[in-house]
């Protein structure tokens, strides 16, 4: 428990901060001309990581029986990002670019088409929204009208003996 608690920290610390401090420095270093192929380089690594974080939810519940599963996964983005390895480069060009490539205009269509749907069910949930605050308002509007007619019906004191 302790040694996966300690892998995690680190996969946190060398997977996400260390990466995220180098590629800040690499835009401020030279604010004015920053270094194109190192930050082609980061952009290649947080894509990477991006779709390696999303595939790991679905590979967590197979893999993470598998011993040292953590431990593989910190080697990864360590090779990812090391400089004498510059693995997010390979990885990128070799295998991540290629696919996407060939996918591309399949991925766009069905971006265009969820963005149609969130559209579309985001009109109607604002519609159904905006018809059930109208009912609640009628309701609250009948029943503020209804108090009244009866606090004016019985006023405050009549029927008391003096």
Known sequence: MAVS???R??????GYAYPAYDCYKTLELNAHAPQMERLRFWCQYWIL??????????????????????????????????????????????????FLAAHEADIDRGLVELRARAADATASHLQAAVALGRACLSEVARRVSSQLQVTRSHPAGAGQAQ
């Open 9 to 14: 920290l680190l996969t946190l610390a060398l």
């Open 49 to 98: 990581l991006a779709f390696l974080t999303a595939f790991q939810s679905f590979a967590d519940c197979a893999l993470s029986w598998l011993p040292m599963y953590g431990e593989a996964k910190l080697a990864l983005v360590v090779y990812l990002w090391h400089p004498k390895t510059m693995g997010a480069s390979h990885v990128y060009d070799d295998y991540l670019r290629p």
């Open 5 to 7: 608690f300690v892998t």
